[in-house]
């Protein structure tokens, strides 16, 4: 069974500053981890994948995310936030070569303060 | 190039009623794959297909819920006799290949209200 626990329901920060979204997995098997994006009443946007490659993985939008096996963690960061930031986070996981269902954690709405 | 399409984009309907719910894939994909999120939760996976297959339906529940991939046309999600429950967003996706690696394109999204 895999599962994904975002921290924090809802982050404020002020636009310029760093940007910090929490993403922790459990996984039985080397995962395969993603971070999307949704915009109100939009579909979601892929920012990002980590497939046991590198563990630093660049993303669009100047976001990036490391893999950290020992932590369990897939943590989302940007050093400058904008305010075309603003907007909803999935982090999300599937288990395997073989797996093609996605299990998402239930997100994070980033809120940027001018 | 075309992203996965869906409509309606909004669906309103009465209890008891049925809701239709239609995905176009991208161009080039035939996996299709279907996932509910309910207010405030993430996306729930529901079923996976195929062109004219069911692959996974483990996530679809066992009463009123159905999906089909014809050879033709797009992909539908069919909710008979709709319940206030029901009322949720439902997105389809994408991928050229399957597989855990594989990158799912979303479409914008179907929301349903039942009243």
């Known amino acids: 069974a895999q599962s994904v626990t975002q921290l924090g329901s809802h982050v404020s920060v002020s636009e310029g500053a760093l940007v910090l979204l929490r993403c922790n997995y459990s996984?039985?098997?080397?995962?395969?981890l993603f971070w999307y994006v949704q915009y109100p009443n939009q579909g979601l946007q892929l920012l990002l994948k980590?497939?046991?490659?590198?563990?630093l993985v660049k993303g669009i939008n100047g976001f990036e995310a490391e893999f950290k096996k020992s932590e369990t963690s897939f943590h989302l960061t940007k050093p400058s936030a904008h305010m075309s930031d603003a907007a909803e986070y999935f982090c999300?996981?599937?288990?395997?070569?073989?797996?093609?269902?996605?299990?998402f954690g239930k997100g994070t709405k980033l809120s940027v303060i001018p | 190039n075309a992203g996965v399409m869906q409509n309606p984009r909004h669906l309103v309907r009465r209890r008891g009623q049925e809701a239709r719910l239609r995905c176009s894939p991208m161009?080039?994909?035939?996996?299709v794959y279907w996932y509910r999120q309910l207010p405030e939760e993430g996306l729930k996976f529901m079923v996976y297909?195929?062109?004219?297959?069911?692959?996974?339906e483990s996530g679809m529940p066992k009463e009123r819920f159905s999906a089909e991939f014809p050879k033709e046309g797009p992909s539908i999600l069919r909710i008979q006799q709709v319940v206030r429950g029901d009322s949720a967003a439902y997105f389809c996706?994408?991928?050229?290949?399957?597989?855990?690696?594989?990158?799912?394109?979303f479409g914008p999204g179907t929301r349903l209200l039942v009243l």
């Open positions: 996706a994408s991928s050229p290949g399957t597989g855990g690696q594989e990158t799912q394109y």
């Open positions: 996984s039985s098997v080397p995962p395969y």
């Open positions: 980590y497939t046991s490659a590198a563990t």
């Open positions: 999300a996981v599937s288990s395997g070569a073989g797996s093609y269902q996605l299990t």
């Open positions: 161009k080039g994909h035939s996996h």
């Open positions: 297909l195929q062109k004219e297959n069911i692959i996974d």
